[in-house]
């Protein structure tokens, strides 16, 4: 093999905690091939051995079966280490066991509405939680939550996320007020990405739950260069028009090496139900049949935008369904009044699908 061949198979290895390649991070500082043998030499700056074992074995794994004779040495260099700004990331994410992006590459599917619900399902699960709006265009969190605080800060000058329901919450909302348009190019927006994680004193996490802006931008792109996130979730409505959106998203996450771990259909359907004066009866409603009891009772859920979209693209990808939530006026008011339906009526038969919601990610992760 050729130097230049080996330095392209060294490119898959990525560097244990990041989604960038041992390559790029310059830690590949020599390669020697001669008749009979391939010398790799690294110069690895980091002090923790075990990801310096962790970097040979994989490229023992992924040479010895075209190497006959593979040596791999170490530089003695010791000068100290310069932290690149995903290290600076990661050192300030040490405390945070479980990162999840709730994302979809389409925008009005509902992912602040399931963000919230899920975070705050999370909380009252006993599970300590942090809950970030990453959409710095149109942040959503301050009417979700109804609040309107400017954070404070600490004598680092690191942010001091707001508290609700038992929940760290954080929005760029809160920062400029929810009200004022933000007109920035990428790399401020990149930039600002960065600082909700370096910048904010999240403390000890369970899990701090993402609520990602749509499509497959700046955010987006930072996220998956800088944070090992344990995952995604997708969030899409029936139509085709909306998976045909969604689809990208979600392909950018396994691209990128980010676990998706399941789909939620959101506005999957109108469930009505009531009571009439024509017990024993039977009517057609948008080309389904509503049969009504002997005491006049009624249930109908109607398909409004087509129906099984969700479970369609968890096939697609090969990942769990994870719920099926109606349109739901409910929802609608609780979310409008800053009271998450799972905080407002934790007994609602909408709001049981976000616990059950939390219950599959709690077991998905196995915490």
């Not at 310059?26 to 690895?44: A, P, T």
């Not at 004193?201 to 609520?211: A, K, R, V």
């Not at 139900?273 to 109607?302: A, H, M």
């Not at 919601?357 to 992760?365: C, H, N, P, T």
Request: with cysteine.
């Amino acid at each position: 093999m050729k130097n230049n061949q080996i330095l392209e198979l060294l490119k898959t290895i990525k560097y244990p905690g990041f989604n960038r390649d041992i390559v790029s991070f310059g830690m590949v500082k020599d390669i020697n091939v001669n008749e009979d043998s391939v010398e790799i030499q690294l110069n690895i700056s980091s002090q923790n051995d075990e990801k310096k074992q962790l970097i040979i074995k994989a490229i023992e794994s992924l040479l010895s079966s075209k190497v006959e004779n593979l040596k791999i040495k170490l530089s003695k260099d010791k000068s100290t280490p310069v932290q690149t700004s995903n290290q600076n990331v990661a050192k300030s994410l040490d405390n945070i066991k479980n990162i999840i992006a709730i994302a979809s590459g389409k925008g009005g599917v509902g992912k602040s509405t399931i963000a919230v619900n899920l975070a705050c399902a999370l909380a009252k699960n006993k599970f300590k939680v942090g809950l970030l709006d990453l959409d710095i265009y149109g942040p959503s969190l301050p009417i979700a939550l109804d609040l309107f605080e400017q954070p404070k800060m600490t004598q680092e000058k690191k942010l001091i996320p707001l508290e609700k329901y038992g929940m760290q919450v954080m929005s760029f909302g809160f920062i400029s007020g929810n009200k004022t348009p933000v007109i920035w190019r990428g790399p401020l927006v990149s930039r600002m990405t960065e600082q909700f994680f370096m910048d904010v004193e999240w403390g000890s996490l369970d899990f701090l739950i993402l609520d990602l802006p749509p499509g497959t931008g700046d955010i987006q792109l930072t996220l998956t260069q800088k944070i090992k996130m344990t995952g995604s979730i997708i969030v899409t409505t029936p139509q085709d028009i909306a998976l045909s959106d969604v689809r990208k998203g979600a392909d950018m996450f396994k691209k990128v090496n980010t676990p998706v771990l399941g789909v939620i259909e959101n506005m999957s359907g109108l469930s009505l139900s009531g009571n009439t004066n024509n017990p024993n009866s039977k009517i057609q409603i948008n080309n389904e049949q509503l049969e009504i009891d002997v005491n006049g009772n009624f249930n109908i859920n109607i398909d409004i935008f087509k129906k099984d979209g969700g479970k369609k693209e968890s096939e697609r990808l090969g990942v769990p369904l994870l719920g099926k939530i109606p349109l739901s006026k409910e929802i609608m008011n609780a979310t409008d009044s800053g009271v998450p339906i799972v905080i407002s009526d934790s007994n609602h038969k909408v709001g049981e699908v976000y616990f059950s919601l939390a219950d599959q990610v709690s077991k998905i992760i196995k915490l």
